[in-house]
């Protein structure tokens, strides 16, 4: 009797967790805020700033910005495609707390 109230404790505790990770894959907007690169040295950082489903990324040198381009973007489970002049780029995306991977780049936000 014991190992069948065992069992039903076991497989309850897998169904809830499985249940609360269905929330993080739900996450469509990553949140308003400025990130830096994680691993960032000043002579290249990469910085974001997103507002509801729009990025903008911009690269500095030396503290110099070399670029700056604006994303639109969409997440879908563990992949985030960012369009920019029409051009969808579809890489690998995770969230956890503070940071958010793009690609091979981790943010934190500030």
């Known amino acids: 009797m014991h190992v069948v109230i065992f069992m039903m404790i076991a497989l309850f505790s897998v169904a809830s967790m499985s249940c609360s990770s ?9 949140p308003a805020g400025t990130y ?10 990469f910085t974001i700033t997103v507002k509801g489903n729009t990025i903008h990324w911009v ?3 030396y503290g110099v910005v070399e670029s700056e381009i604006d994303y639109v ?3 879908k489970g563990n992949q985030i495609t960012a369009t920019y002049n029409g051009i969808p780029e579809t890489v ?11 690609g091979e780049i981790t943010y934190i936000k500030q």
């Open 92 to 102: 690998y995306y995770k969230r956890d707390g503070k940071r958010v991977t793009i």
């Open 22 to 30: 269905d929330d993080d894959e739900n996450d469509t907007l990553i």
């Open 59 to 61: 690269c500095t040198v």
């Open 73 to 75: 973007y969409v997440i």
């Open 36 to 45: 830096v690169e994680e691993n960032g040295h000043e002579s290249e950082l």
